[in-house]
């Protein structure tokens, strides 16, 4: 029986991986590692050692790889999944692309990642349903790595599962059943094309500028390093045409992906749509822009407040400095580095409440910083506190206008909305924070406050059991933020305290 491998070949294994195929391998998967890599390397007759060597120089079929992706991915999907998503396609996103350039060549659409062919499948019944006179102008393009998921996606036949969200009628429809197996309609089929590709590897050739009018990569990147997400979504910004759509996974943003696209949200789902601009030579390579989402960097420990400020200008620091992996070149008439805005004299204020303080230290920085998007996410939450939700709100817009992405002045804009007594806009905004940033408390909390409010005892019941784990969870700087002059035992407090009203314990 081949040995098991030891901790070196197992990372060896991992950075390969990473290099290979773009996957990220968590904690949980980590623990499978040394099982798949003994089996595998027996599968070559090998050892660890000599099987990875083969990995390394490209010697493995393409076959190998993409077996690792199988074992490694979840490919189980199923027709019309999240079908909140597909009501924005047909009732936005594919209406506006065919009234865009009428009698133009043809609508593109990509499925990446498409895996057994269920989603771009949907795509298509989609798009005879509700666009008959339309679907000879639309192109469906899906791609996948694994040539065993591809095969199964041009067979087009499917057990009942994979039809679990189908309503009976539509399956009528579109399928014809023999014993379990239920084969698409051929009308169906033949909009789809299916390519193999890898998307952690470059392809110039595929990844045309503003090839696809609309694209689906949904439940992918999450399995990404966080380096190949960024450069896959680079591709894939660079494909989408001005004005374009990108439909991602539920528990998937662009936040600290790319900053190409504005957020879109209707049909309770959440979207993309390209801006006009195409992705920037100058923006660093991970998509952001300097001073952008502060917020982001852990502070680890429970720190004293003083040392809570401290962390908080620090990490500012870090984050508007500039990026190590893109060198600047060393000329005469090189434009100076722009040193970051000392922000602790503010943030002391801020930690005592004094808001028209903490407004006046802002008051006094460099030009050249009046407009990061830290600085006016401070002055943002400080104006707030203040009472000026007016003033509070313009900034939130200036900020987002540099920042879309922004989760703390959609959080921000939610308390302006309230204050203005439009609950609606504000529990929209709390939405879009809490999806932008998973981890975000305050959104959750404000949530459960105004459902509450407006009597929702079960949406109330939900958004506050969301935030309680996360409140114990924060980041202190956060907190120090976003709170309100509250610690978070406080909060914690409260949002116990509301969720004993709506009656759970």
Not at 233 to 261: C, K, P, Q, V
Not at 291 to 310: L, M
Not at 316 to 322: D, E, G, K, L, N
Not at 346 to 357: G, Q, S, T
Request: glycine fraction near 6%.
């Amino acid at each position: 029986m081949t040995p098991l491998p030891s901790s070196q070949e197992i990372l060896r294994f991992r950075l390969l991986i990473a290099q290979l195929l773009g996957l990220n391998i968590d904690e949980l998967r980590l623990s499978r590692m040394d099982e798949l890599l003994r089996r595998r390397a027996h599968a070559h007759h090998s050892d660890a050692t000599h099987y990875l060597d083969g990995l390394a120089a490209g010697q493995t079929q393409a076959g190998e790889l993409a077996l690792l992706t199988q074992e490694l991915t979840v490919t189980e999907t199923y027709f019309f999944r999240n079908p909140d998503q597909f009501a924005a396609l047909t009732d936005m996103a594919l209406p506006a692309r065919l009234q865009a350039f009428p009698g133009r060549r043809q609508v593109n659409i990509l499925s990446a990642g498409c895996a057994s062919g269920e989603e771009a499948y949907s795509i298509a019944i989609a798009l005879r349903e509700y666009f008959p006179h339309a679907a000879q102008h639309v192109t469906i393009t899906a791609i996948d790595f694994n040539p065993e998921m591809l095969e199964k996606a041009q067979r087009a036949q499917y057990s009942s599962w994979s039809l679990r969200d189908m309503a009976p009628a539509r399956q009528g429809r579109w399928f014809s059943n023999r014993g379990n197996s239920y084969t698409l309609a051929a009308e169906a089929r033949q909009m789809v094309k299916f390519e193999r590709r890898n998307l952690a590897l470059d392809d110039a050739e595929f990844w045309q500028e503003g090839r696809f009018d609309i694209v689906f990569c949904r439940n992918v990147l999450m399995y990404f390093t966080r380096d190949q997400a960024q450069a896959a979504m680079r591709r894939i910004a660079l494909s989408i045409a001005a004005d374009g759509y990108l439909f991602m996974g539920h528990a998937e943003t662009l936040r600290g992906l790319s900053n190409d696209f504005h957020l879109c949200h209707t049909h309770d789902t959440f979207y993309y749509q390209r801006k006009d601009a195409r992705p920037s030579d100058d923006a660093t390579p991970d998509g952001m822009r300097p001073g952008q989402h502060w917020q982001e960097v852990p502070v680890s420990g429970d720190t004293s407040w003083i040392a809570t400020i401290k962390a908080a200008s620090e990490r500012i620091r870090a984050i508007t400095a500039s990026p190590p992996e893109k060198a600047r070149p060393s000329t005469a008439n090189a434009a100076p580095v722009r040193s970051a805005p000392n922000l602790d004299p503010a943030m002391e204020y801020l930690h005592k409440e004094r808001f028209d303080r903490v407004l006046e230290q802002i008051g006094t920085l460099p030009e050249e910083h009046a407009r990061d998007t830290d600085v006016l996410l401070l002055k943002a939450v400080s104006l707030c506190h203040s009472g000026a939700s007016a003033a509070a709100e313009e900034t939130c817009q200036e900020l987002l206008g540099h920042d879309e992405l922004n989760a703390g002045a959609h959080y921000v804009l939610a308390l302006c909305k309230e204050s203005a007594g439009d609950i609606s806009a504000a529990m929209e905004q709390d939405q879009m924070a809490a999806y932008l940033d998973p981890g975000f408390a305050m959104p959750r909390l404000h949530m459960g406050l105004l459902s509450h409010r407006k009597g929702d005892q079960a949406a109330a019941a939900s958004a506050l059991a969301q935030a309680l784990p996360l409140l114990q969870q924060e980041d202190p700087s956060r907190i120090l933020l976003f709170g309100g002059g509250f610690k978070r035992e406080a909060l914690v407090a409260l949002c116990r305290a509301q969720l004993n009203a709506v009656g759970v314990r």
